[in-house]
């Protein structure tokens, strides 16, 4: 090989990784571009953390579900996708309204993964933690001892990404 080559492939290489981050960038951030704006009732469970800097572990209603919930009656396993559709509640925020292992055709829905196939099954959304600078999130501490809402961007498949945390 020439050296030319060798320039050229070791570039060439450079650049798909740069792509590779650059995608997973914008696969996260695609919610906040395109999603609808939906707010939740929220419980702070954790606000502060030495390895991953200021912020808040929040926790949901809809993270913890009975078994019933899913209309299927097979057993559930860790890892494994389920969607939990949403609707308004009388207070304005949304609130649990089904769950399916099949994507929704309609509505406001979430894309989850199982992470605890005991009852409560316990579903993870991605939007568990909201990275604030410190003085917010040591305000969050106190100001969300009792609750507050999360607002949320849910894109048309499902995904979430956590915009804001109000008391």
Known sequence: MTRT???????????FQVLV??????KAALPLWTGTEIRV???????RSMFRGNYA?????????PEDAFAESQHLRVGEVVYVSLAPGETGKYEFAAAALEEPAEGIFLRGRVTDDDVPIRIRYGI???FAPK???????????DGGTAVL???????AALKDVIP
Do not use: H, Q
């Open 57 to 65: 572990r929040l926790d949901y209603e809809f993270g913890r579900l």
């Open 135 to 145: 003085e917010r999130a040591l305000k969050l501490e106190s100001d969300l001892r």
């Open 21 to 26: 981050l650059i995608g997973m960038v914008a």
């Open 41 to 47: 009732a929220t419980v702070p469970v954790d606000p």
């Open 5 to 15: 080559r060798i320039t050229l492939l070791l570039c060439a290489a450079i650049a």
């Open 128 to 130: 568990e933690a909201f």
């Open 153 to 159: 961007m849910v894109s048309g498949n499902g995904r």
